[in-house]
């Protein structure tokens, strides 16, 4: 598998990560979803991903989080909301939980608007590599994980080439 296959999978399998943790952030227009609601679009966006994964390649980001818990931040006008997800070593997502992580690694930050764009998409995959590329989702190492933070780093540095 080439070098730019691998950065672009690695990139969507995070995008993924960002779209199912965050399902619940896309809700009726106006109206703030209850936990409970929360709760299920959650597990709902989680289900889908786990359910599709064996259809991504995966392996390259498999190094960089699977056995790792990631922390999604969405902004949402002047509120962010913060949600942590636990992805196994098979890359499935499990112990999602609102709020951060203080172990997470990985921190995936987007808006509320490119979730919904991404959601109503007709081609959903096409609209995360746009998101991915100018930056309406960005995938950084989480604070107080320097290594994390400079791999990252380099990743974006070269991500242009592969999207």
Known sequence: MSTSTRLVSLFLAVALVTVAASAPVVAQESETPSDADTQRLLEEGVALYNDNV???????ARSLIAGRT???????????RVFSA???????????STGPDSEASTRITTDRETLETIAESPEPMS?????LSDDRIRVNGERGHPVDQVVWTVANTFKSFFL
């Open 54 to 60: 064996e259809e991504l390649d995966v392996s390259f």
């Open 70 to 80: 990631v922390n999604v931040y969405v902004e949402d006008g002047g509120e962010t």
């Open 86 to 96: 636990s992805v196994r070593d098979d890359m499935r997502i499990e112990d999602l």
């Open 127 to 131: 609209e995360v590599r746009s998101a």
